[in-house]
């Protein structure tokens, strides 16, 4: 078992993994109607094809809803409480669950615009977050 407090990757999501520790998100897309994914499919949801393709994302997108998370539920929330989880809707149309960095928690409003960022570990991961826009 790891002691790190990153998500494993393992070979479904290693271009996600990968893209972060290279500062980008990655996501995958439909290469038959364009439609992008998260979290990882191996089938469109769209279109129902198999022909996915990992992606470079525009790193936009805005603040769908958050919360104060006030308890310590993981190493990584150790001495950085409140953490602010948020859902983050995408230019590319997918919601992903993130954690937003950079802002007072009084700050935050459903549909800022908000833009991707990276926490790097001692280690070399990365956890994609986001940041005001
Ligand atoms: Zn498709």
């Given at each position: ?13 290693l271009p996600y993994f990968d893209g972060a520790r290279s500062g980008k998100l990655r ?100 956890v994609v977050v986001f940041r005001p826009a």
């Amino acid at each position: 078992m790891s002691t790190s407090w990153f998500p494993e990757p393992d070979n479904s999501n290693l271009p996600y993994f990968d893209g972060a520790r290279s500062g980008k998100l990655r996501l995958q897309r439909c290469d038959d109607c364009g439609n992008w994914m998260f979290p990882v499919r191996s089938r469109c949801q769209s279109c129902g094809s198999t022909q996915i393709k990992w992606a470079d994302a525009s790193g936009r997108g805005t603040v769908y809803t958050h919360a104060l998370l006030r308890r310590e539920y993981h190493p990584r929330h150790a001495g950085r409480l409140p953490v602010i989880m948020a859902q983050v809707d995408l230019e590319e149309g997918v919601r992903v669950n993130t954690n937003l960095v950079d802002v007072e928690p009084g700050a935050v409003k459903a549909g800022m615009k908000v833009t991707v960022a990276f926490e790097h570990s001692p280690v070399g991961e990365a956890v994609v977050v986001f940041r005001p826009a």
